[in-house]
């Protein structure tokens, strides 16, 4: 599976922004969809996931309540809706696919996933 991060921008404080994670290839092997963060001069972070199996999802507590995942199966497009931007939300953002189904604790790792995109900035700047 190959996947291609799209949707990032400036945007203001307060505002609302949606990424996109497109996937393409062997999408039938892809059980768990990540997104993850890096900020400048700082580790990747975990932002959020979605278990394809289940629709059941999991965010990352900076975030929770602001950012939501979802999907089209259709397209096979899984989104990255963030309002209330903050500053700190400034980062590169990355999704990752993994072929199992991955419980809480392994969908925040970065090792748990077998393919990334190529990562795409979010600039929330006034």
């Known amino acids: 599976v190959q996947l291609q991060a799209s949707g990032g921008g400036l945007v203001q404080p307060g505002g609302s922004l949606t990424l996109s994670c497109a996937a393409s290839g062997r999408t039938f092997s892809t059980n768990t969809l990540g997104w993850f963060r890096q900020a400048p001069g700082k580790e990747r972070e975990f932002v959020g996931n979605?278990?394809?199996?289940?629709?059941?999802?999991n965010y990352a507590g900076s975030v929770k309540g602001r950012f939501t995942i979802s999907r089209d199966n259709a397209k096979n497009t899984v989104y990255l809706q963030m309002s209330s931007l903050k500053p700190e939300d400034t980062a590169v953002y990355y999704c990752?696919?993994?072929?199992?189904?991955?419980?809480?604790?392994?969908?925040?790792?970065?090792?748990?996933?077998?393919?990334w995109g190529q990562g795409t900035l979010v600039t929330v700047s006034s």
């Open positions: 979605i278990r394809l199996s289940g629709n059941m999802k």
């Open positions: 990752a696919a993994s072929r199992l189904s991955l419980i809480t604790s392994e969908a925040r790792r970065e090792d748990s996933y077998d393919v």
